[in-house]
């Protein structure tokens, strides 16, 4: 008899553990692409390596929901054709239920009908204010829109008494969308654009385009665009002794603008997530916390600090898994609940989506910073 108890006991336990194993659950799959290499690599390191950091970490504290999340990157490399191939690898093959990416604004306006079509939700970390105006139901973005930057820049300026100034824009999707808003916007802040030059995203010099600026009456410059031609603006400005203020977008907001354009950046001005300033910010601020976490979890990790464009990705990773506890791990009800977020303190800000907004953020997500003795200043 005791016999037999033992064998049913001993059979019980194998069972369970093979019940275990073979219903464990399985993890939950979100596709990531970014431009880790390339052109635009300055954007897509961090994306990815926050990304994976943050995956480890929810990994490490049980999961959502019990369970795993697994994260697939691939590398787009600045190419939109390689980031449509990425996309739909991800869906097809991998079977994600949601997507994080590109880096760059025309990389995730080339993925949006594939996504759209396949019902799966995207988090854009790209600032081109096309991605989602009008809004698309599957695609969110958490990079602050263009439009909003322009805004900050030109309330500056109008509180600075300038009046007249001079653009010049790099000719790929960011930089048309950002020329797109400052001539939309600059009659709103009683500016005039006196001078509407581009560069090319591989020129190495911008001299023409600078003197042609210095032999107008502009009181100051702004320049839209990613590195590394906003560094060669900056160190030819320099060149030229252009000592009117020359205004930067949130597109250089990282120490490796800086370091580009060495002398050339002191003074400076660009609007910026807080995160560069993080330990500038006042106590009250409810985004500190956050921020502060994210730099020194960064460094701890990568031994440098977390930045504005690495931000982006931490905060898609978050409002996916806060979409997922609140809902369920499929592609429709991550949507639906991305689309319910509120008061969501993030790095890029806070988020509030809603049906007729997938960017959630409003102007107050930037800061105005200043380079001085070649660090980040927070203008108050």
Same mark, same amino acid.
């Given at each position: ?10 059979l ?26 390339g052109p ?9 390596n ?14 959502v ?6 994260? $697939?990157?691939y ?6 054709t ?8 991800l ?7 949601a ?11 080339a ?8 019902q ?5 970390c790209?600032?081109?204010?096309? $991605? ?13 829109n ?5 805004m900050?820049?030109?309330?500056h ?9 001079a653009?010049?824009t ?18 709103e ?24 600026i ?36 949130? &597109? ?11 002398e ?10 807080r995160?560069i300033?993080?330990d ?7 985004q ?18 977390g ?25 429709m ?12 303190? &993030?790095?890029g ?10 960017a &959630? ?12 003795? &070649? ?6």
């Open positions: 008899m005791l016999r037999t108890i033992f064998i049913i006991i001993f019980s336990l194998i069972f369970v553990l093979f019940a275990g194993a073979s219903f464990a659950a399985p993890p939950i799959k979100i596709g990531a692409i970014f431009s880790v290499s635009a690599s300055f954007l897509g390191e961090p994306e990815r926050t990304a994976q950091m943050m995956v480890d970490e929810i990994n490490k504290t049980g999961g929901k019990g369970r795993k999340l697994e994260l $697939i990157v590398d787009t490399q600045g190419d939109a390689k980031a449509v191939q990425a996309v739909n690898r869906i097809k093959n991998d079977k994600v239920v997507i994080i990416g590109d880096s760059t604004t025309g990389n995730s306006m993925v949006i009908p594939v996504v759209e079509k396949a799966v939700p995207i988090i854009s790209a600032a081109g204010i096309k $991605i989602t105006e009008p809004v698309k139901k599957w695609v969110f973005k958490t990079a602050q263009d439009a909003l930057a322009v900050r820049i030109f309330e300026m109008k509180e600075q008494k300038i009046k007249k100034i653009i010049i790099v000719s790929d999707g960011f930089g048309s969308s950002g020329r797109e808003q400052l001539k939309l916007k600059a009659g802040f009683g500016i005039e654009i006196i001078s509407d030059e581009t560069y090319g995203p591989k020129d190495t010099d911008m001299t023409a385009q600078l003197t042609k210095r032999g107008t009456a502009a009181q100051a410059i702004v320049c839209w665009g990613t590195n590394p031609g906003p560094a060669v603006v900056a160190r030819n400005a320099k060149q030229l002794g252009i000592k009117i203020p020359l205004y930067m977008s949130h &597109g250089v907001s990282s120490k490796r603008f800086i370091e580009l354009a060495g050339g950046a002191e003074d400076i001005i660009l609007p910026s997530g995160v300033v993080a500038q910010l006042p106590d009250k601020d409810p500190k916390k956050a921020l502060l976490s994210y730099v020194n979890n960064y460094r701890k990790h990568f031994k440098v600090e930045d504005h464009f690495g931000g982006h990705a931490w905060d898609a990773i978050m409002l996916i898994r806060d979409a997922i506890e609140r809902g369920d791990a499929t592609p009800a991550i949507r639906d609940q991305l689309e319910r977020t509120k008061n969501f303190a &993030g790095i800000g806070m988020f509030n989506y809603s049906g007729q907004d997938h &959630g953020l409003t102007k107050d997500a930037f800061v105005l910073v200043q380079v001085k003795k &070649g660090d980040w200043k927070l203008i108050k």
